[in-house]
């Protein structure tokens, strides 16, 4: 696969549920990243893996959020109790030993 | 903490021209890497070019330039001879090392930036 893949590209859902959003990284990137972009706003970070472990997840704004890798490669981001305000484009990037990181085309979420 | 200050919300540029995007940091630290990324509407992030804080020599890549003046601590990005396919917003941002590795980058607000034929 050429870049970093994320699905689904839309997902609207309604407060309070339970949501998933995958990122496929560019193979044999081992650095992974997810960033939550509001309209108007640059980039966030939220998380970010080396490997299978979660390096730094200082980003994750609350115990709603977590996120998963568990073998190294593909991973999901996962959002419970859904609320308005988690609405925006989550970004997922990739990079290798060294070099920028490339992203993803997001996934547009919005809660109603 | 790191902060990355784009003082330009939008910008109209006659194709052809060239463009400065504007971009300051803030930071304590010593060892730390710049970094211009443009988003198109299609949504993704596209990296542009990158600066090490060590680094002598402005970076460039192509059409592009980093216009970086340490003291002043800014990191200006220089587009030459503007085509209307540069249309996007364009993003600062800034990792606390600069080994050319992107951990923790800190993204500004964007610069919108629209090329007229």
């Known amino acids: 696969g050429a870049g970093v893949s994320q699905t689904p590209s839309n997902k609207v859902t309604e407060k309070g549920k339970y949501v998933e959003l995958r990122c496929d990284p560019i193979?044999?990137?081992?650095?992974l990243y997810w960033y939550r972009q509001s309209l108007g706003q640059g980039p966030e970070f939220l998380i970010y893996?080396?490997?299978?472990?979660?390096?730094?997840d200082s980003g994750l704004p609350n115990d709603r959020f977590f996120a998963v890798r568990p073998e190294g490669s593909v991973s999901t981001l996962k959002i419970q109790r859904t609320e308005r305000g988690d609405s925006a484009v989550y970004l997922c990037?990739?990079?290798?030993?060294?070099?920028?990181?490339?992203f993803g085309n997001g996934t547009r979420l919005t809660v109603t | 903490a790191q902060k990355i200050t784009q003082t330009q919300p939008g910008m109209f540029v006659q194709e052809k021209e060239a463009v400065t995007l504007d971009c300051t940091y803030d930071?304590?630290?010593?060892?730390?890497?710049l970094f211009w990324y443009k988003q198109p509407s299609s949504g993704e992030m596209i990296f542009l070019i990158y600066?090490?804080?060590?680094?002598?020599q402005n970076a460039t890549e192509g059409r592009y330039s980093l216009n970086f003046q340490k003291a002043r601590k800014s990191a200006n990005l220089v587009i030459s001879a503007s085509q209307l396919g540069d249309s996007a917003m364009y993003f600062c941002?800034?990792?606390?090392?600069?080994?050319?590795?992107?951990?923790?980058?800190?993204f500004g607000k964007g610069t919108h930036l629209i090329i007229q034929p």
């Open positions: 990037a990739s990079r290798g030993a060294r070099g920028p990181l490339h």
């Open positions: 193979s044999g990137h081992t650095a």
């Open positions: 893996f080396q490997g299978t472990g979660a390096a730094d």
């Open positions: 930071t304590s630290d010593q060892s730390y890497g």
């Open positions: 600066q090490g804080s060590y680094d002598e």
């Open positions: 941002a800034m990792s606390p090392y600069s080994g050319g590795g992107a951990d923790g980058l800190t």
